[in-house]
């Protein structure tokens, strides 16, 4: 059973940091795709970065490279995303997300909201 727990959101002025922590189950985790994910009121959800847990690939969209980081821990079955230089229009609820399914070479590819598990969702507000 695909198991997500999101945590750390909150609100922070512009140029703040947050990190934002997604504990999986043991089977979640191990050996499959999982990444973060955002949705805007009003817009489309979009990927911020994906990676493969069983060797550590990571993935990120092109615009969102250079204030955001995506990591592991293995210990604890968790993946974390660094937010730095936080801006108003990162406002969104913040996914994480699951796909047990997908091949580890196809974990940087288009991900699809039907075919992908997810999490309650972290709510994330910058306020100028």
């Known amino acids: 059973q695909v198991q997500l727990v999101e945590s750390g959101g909150g609100s922070v002025q512009a140029g703040g940091s947050l990190r934002l922590s997604c504990k999986a189950s043991?089977?979640?985790?191990?050996?499959?795709?999982m990444g973060w994910f955002r949705q805007a009121p009003g817009k489309e959800r979009e990927k911020i970065a994906t990676?493969?847990?069983?060797?550590?690939?990571?993935y990120y969209a092109d615009s969102m490279s250079g204030r955001f980081t995506l990591s592991q821990d293995n210990a604890v079955n968790t993946v974390y995303l660094y937010m730095n230089n936080l801006k108003p229009e990162d406002t969104a609820m913040y996914y994480c997300?699951?796909?047990?399914?997908?091949?580890?070479?196809?974990?940087?590819?288009?991900?699809?909201?039907?075919?992908?598990?997810w999490g309650q969702g972290t709510q994330v507000t910058v306020s100028s």
């Open positions: 990676l493969y847990t069983g060797h550590g690939v990571i």
């Open positions: 997300a699951a796909d047990t399914f997908r091949p580890a070479r196809y974990c940087g590819g288009t991900w699809y909201i039907d075919n992908t598990s």
């Open positions: 043991r089977y979640t985790y191990t050996s499959n795709c």
